[in-house]
């Protein structure tokens, strides 16, 4: 089975600042994807970023960037530029690769809750 | 566009009371699921289904029964709800080399 941990349950980071968020999973798997999940007040899941395992770089969007280490079985979320709308809780999230009529059942992690501050 | 819509959004039962939550998505994914999420705890998976007609457990089943008779929906069911089902229940849903897309959620409490 999988697990996916989360260490931080609460960080802070100033407006216009960098913030990291720490995401570590265990798996015996060699073909798997990683997410991160954005959920703001409004209670919706939004998919911030997605990683798949067999590529080397790591995937970047506008200000979201990871730093996945396979080896180390890692995968943090940098928020460059932070704004006040970023605050919300992040969920780390872990997928095997599919197989025909294999769902694409996600493991998450407990979650951080981000403060963006002025 | 409306991806994946969940009835109802809030919900209070009383214990022992039954209700069904219903999931209908647009997309045409095969597969659908039903997480429920409690502070401290991210989101664990209920049940999902691979097609209509097919259902399995996830990881905390019990208390709960499913059915997706129809390709775009998911039923969850509680047949008699506990406290302990005090949560807020995700639907989901994916194709197959997609990531999940999720409803808005429903608040149930169980008093």
């Known amino acids: 089975a999988q697990t996916v941990t989360q260490s931080q349950p609460e960080m802070s980071v100033q407006e216009a600042e960098t913030v990291t968020l720490s995401c570590t999973y265990d798996?015996?798997?060699?073909?798997?994807?990683l997410f991160w999940y954005k959920q703001p007040p409004s209670r919706q899941m939004i998919l911030v970023i997605r990683?798949?395992?067999?590529?080397?770089q790591n995937a970047t969007e506008n200000r979201f960037s990871v730093n996945f280490q396979k080896a180390a079985k890692s995968f943090s979320l940098k928020i460059s530029d932070s704004q006040l709308g970023d605050t919300a809780m992040y969920f780390c999230?872990?997928?095997?690769?599919?197989?025909?009529?294999?769902?694409?059942?996600?493991?998450f992690g407990t979650g951080t809750r981000l403060q963006v501050t002025l | 566009n409306a991806g994946v819509t969940q009835t109802p959004k809030f919900r209070v039962l009383k214990t022992g009371q039954s209700m069904t939550l219903l999931c209908a998505q647009d997309?045409?994914?095969?597969?659908m699921y039903w997480y429920r999420q409690d502070p401290g705890m991210g989101l664990r998976l209920i049940h999902y289904?691979?097609?209509?007609?097919?259902?399995a457990k996830g990881e905390v089943p019990d208390g709960y029964n499913v059915s997706r008779l129809k390709k775009q929906n998911f039923l969850l069911g509680l047949e008699s709800a506990a406290p302990s089902q005090t949560s807020v229940y995700f639907c989901?849903?994916?194709?197959?080399?997609?990531?999940?897309?999720f409803g808005q959620g429903t608040r149930l409490t169980v008093v």
């Open positions: 989901a849903s994916s194709g197959q080399v997609t990531e999940a897309f």
């Open positions: 798996t015996s798997e060699n073909n798997y994807y």
């Open positions: 990683q798949e395992a067999y590529k080397q």
């Open positions: 999230a872990f997928m095997k690769a599919l197989n025909t009529g294999t769902a694409s059942k996600l493991t």
């Open positions: 997309m045409n994914h095969e597969y």
């Open positions: 289904s691979v097609g209509e007609g097919t259902t």
